[in-house]
């Protein structure tokens, strides 16, 4: 079992993540940026969360703005507070066209870094269905909007979660469903 620092804008795809590595892995703490939210709207998401999931972690702000550039806007797929409505641009990843250059410094740093391309999360997607059998009524919740806004944006009830990147990272497996041309 490692122990980690989950650094997040807490969207409900990082919700799902955080509360698998809370039953996998030993948590020092989250730090929470912008980018879903502003940070202190992330923060208070973070503990709300923890709280509501009974996960003992300390949630802790971090940046509340990219390195170098200015902020955007927040993104809306995970509802306008964060946990529950879309970021749609087909040239980057979410995270790194927030803050590309923090995203270059983690990837230029010393750290052994695993990256889990959004392509790949969105082979392995978690359905409504899915959803319903966890019978986890907080989780069910926050994933509401999201799973409607893959309905009207995509035509399928589902969503890619960030816990297949934290599961795929440390028991070093990702499972790809059977069409996959992985």
């Not at 509802?79 to 529950?84: A, M, N, P, T, Y």
């Not at 995203?103 to 997607?125: C, E, F, G, R, Y």
């Amino acid at each position: 079992m490692r122990t980690l620092i989950i650094d997040t804008d807490i969207g409900v795809d990082d919700a799902f993540a955080l509360a698998y590595a809370a039953r996998t892995q030993r948590r020092l703490g989250i730090t929470t940026v912008f980018g879903n939210v502003a940070v202190g709207q992330a923060v208070k998401n973070a503990r709300l969360f923890c709280q509501k999931m009974a996960i003992e972690t300390e949630a802790y702000r971090g940046c509340s703005r990219p390195l170098t550039q200015r902020p955007s806007t927040p993104a809306t797929l995970h509802g306008e507070d964060g946990l529950g409505d879309a970021f749609d641009n087909k040239f980057s990843e979410f995270n790194i066209w927030k803050d590309p250059h923090a995203a270059d410094q983690v990837l230029k740093s010393a750290l052994k870094v695993v990256v889990i391309p959004l392509d790949v999360t969105h082979q392995v997607l978690v359905t409504g269905d899915e959803v319903q059998r966890l019978n986890q009524p907080v989780l069910s919740a926050i994933c509401r909007p999201y799973l409607a806004y893959s309905l009207a944006k995509e035509g399928f009830v589902g969503m890619a979660v960030d816990a297949d990147a934290v599961r795929s990272h440390f028991f070093q497996t990702l499972t790809l469903p059977a069409h996959s041309n992985q």
